[in-house]
């Protein structure tokens, strides 16, 4: 048995299988390990078949856990997986994740996010609830320790600074696995560069996978997080508060995250955080983070890809001249 | 003479011991009551304020408190935490019949203990708060009444013990 093998299926006895029922648990148990080593996400969907999604491509199972090909013999997920899922994410607690439950996503334990699709209940233009919730999307979330080895160069100074980075990836290509081993390494430092004070802002609890406020990953010896707190919030906390060096936060977009931004890179603090998108050039035309761009507030840009698979660097641009300073092409 | 004497005071020893359980049992209920309300009171605020998980605020809710209804949050707390396949209100049901006659609470009172099961958690911070306080308010009317029958029957649970215990004794001398 494989190191990967293993961390994926203690992974999988931690965090995933407590909050499934127990007949999916018995299913996914008995799927190779060696597939299972693979595995990124699994899909609930009611009356569709139960799905594990291994990096670009997904599988199905039948009843007994193998796995086929053929839909017709698949294990059909009903309403009582999902109902029993989502009783057991919650802890019989749904009222403690309102606020997520708006924003479509729960955070388990070890970081693992959880998307649903459902009905949703709105109220005076805004998302109240999510009601009759049909679809899960369990993410497995994985640390990987010195996946950011070859951005550090570029991203620290000779003077031990740091620029301010954005990464811009589609979903699913390894941003927060990235920006948590970037934290981890300049927090905790090198032979090359001391290590610096680092904040995080975690808003949906997937950088530091914090459990009762205490980060469950390892983010370096210098790191402050602020769990759960909006982006925007919480970054101008941390300046006054704990006077960082960087802040990291994941998934910009709204107005107020990019004011944050701004206020921060004005008060003299690195930021490094990231931003859903495929390419630079589709993300100037964005509102609010176009004008980060435009402005040249970042210095460097890292885009991934999951192509050949999911962590995958496809460039990394030096804002300043444009100019490309990394090529997975040219390596 | 002897045998009669003790016979005699055995049986007066056991009614009015009976007398003061039933007494006992009367006191009992509206103090049972009275702690319940005051642990959802907690939960109410657990649940809307901190937003605490609900096996997190079942076990916090009773502090301060002691007794049987301590001891009925906690097991609750205990099983949501560690059965969470079960919902509430099947944990509710279990811990309540296995404190039959530990917790002294009428059948409209575990009624209503039960419908709290069955809402627990389901629905949002405003909801829960909504329908806690609207149990406690039923709580408290069936507390006002259980007093009232503490004050009336106290006493005549003791007097009848020990009135019933001296007239079975003269009967059999």
């Known amino acids: 048995m494989t190191v990967t093998n293993i961390l994926s299926e203690s992974i999988l006895e931690k965090y995933i299988y407590p909050v499934l029922p127990v007949r999916l648990v018995t299913m996914i148990r008995a799927v190779p390990a060696a597939i299972l080593a693979n595995l990124t996400e699994i899909r609930l969907r009611i009356n569709r078949p139960l799905l594990l999604v291994l990096g670009n491509t997904d599988i199905i199972v039948n009843p007994m856990g193998r796995v086929i090909t ?123 560069y001391k290590g610096l004070q680092v904040g995080v802002v975690d808003e949906r609890s997937e950088i530091a996978a914090c459990k009762n406020g205490i980060s469950t990953v390892d983010l370096g010896v210098r790191t402050d997080v602020l769990d759960s707190c909006p982006k925007a919030i919480g970054m101008l906390m941390l300046i006054r508060s ?72 496809e460039k990394i641009i030096d804002s300043k001249n444009n100019e490309i300073l990394w090529d997975k092409t040219s390596k | 003479m002897w045998l009669k004497l003790i016979g005699s005071i055995l049986v007066f020893l056991v009614s009015s011991y009976i007398g003061f359980q039933m007494a006992s049992r009367c006191q009992a209920r509206p103090r049972h009551l009275r702690q319940i309300i005051s642990c959802l009171g907690s939960l109410r605020s657990y649940i809307i304020y901190a937003y605490l998980p609900l096996h997190e605020a079942v076990s916090r809710c009773t502090n301060g408190i002691d007794g049987p209804v301590t001891v009925f949050f906690q097991n609750v707390a205990t099983m949501l935490e560690k059965e969470a396949l079960l919902t509430p209100e099947e944990i509710i049901k279990r811990v309540l019949s296995e404190m039959q006659g530990i917790l002294m609470l009428k059948s409209p009172e575990i009624e209503v203990l039960h419908v709290l099961g ?56």
């Open chain 1, 242 to 313: 704990m006077s960082p060096a960087v802040v990291a936060t994941d998934e910009l977009g709204r107005a107020e995250d990019i004011y944050a931004v701004r206020e921060a890179l004005n008060a003299g603090v690195s930021v490094l955080t990231t931003v859903h998108g495929n390419e630079i050039n589709e993300l100037l035309h964005r509102p609010y983070v176009g004008e980060l761009l435009e402005h040249k507030y970042f210095q460097r840009y890292i885009v991934l890809s999951d192509v050949p698979r999911v962590g995958t660097v």
């Open chain 2, 118 to 173: 069955g809402n627990l958690g389901v629905m949002n911070s405003k909801e829960q708060e909504k329908y806690i306080s609207l149990v406690i308010e039923q709580l408290e009317r069936f507390e006002n009444e259980a007093t009232r029958l503490r004050d009336l029957n106290t006493k005549m649970y003791r007097y009848l013990g020990i009135c019933g215990g001296m007239a079975i004794v003269i009967i059999l001398i």
């Open chain 1, 70 to 192: 053929k839909y017709d013999e698949a294990y059909l997920c009903n309403q009582d997986d999902v109902h029993k899922t989502l009783q057991l994410i919650s802890k019989n607690s749904l009222y403690a994740f309102e606020q997520e439950l708006k924003m479509g996503f729960l955070t388990i334990d070890g970081g693992h996010r959880i998307g649903l699709a459902g009905q949703a209940i709105v109220e005076a233009g805004d998302v109240k609830a999510l009601k009759n919730i049909s679809s899960l999307n369990i993410r497995l979330a994985r640390e990987v320790i010195g996946c950011a080895d070859k951005i550090m160069p570029y991203i620290m100074t000779l003077e031990g600074h740091v620029l301010n980075t954005l990464i811009i990836s589609p979903p699913r290509c390894g941003k927060t696995t990235i920006l948590r081993d970037m934290i981890r390494q300049i927090s905790t430092g090198s032979r090359l």
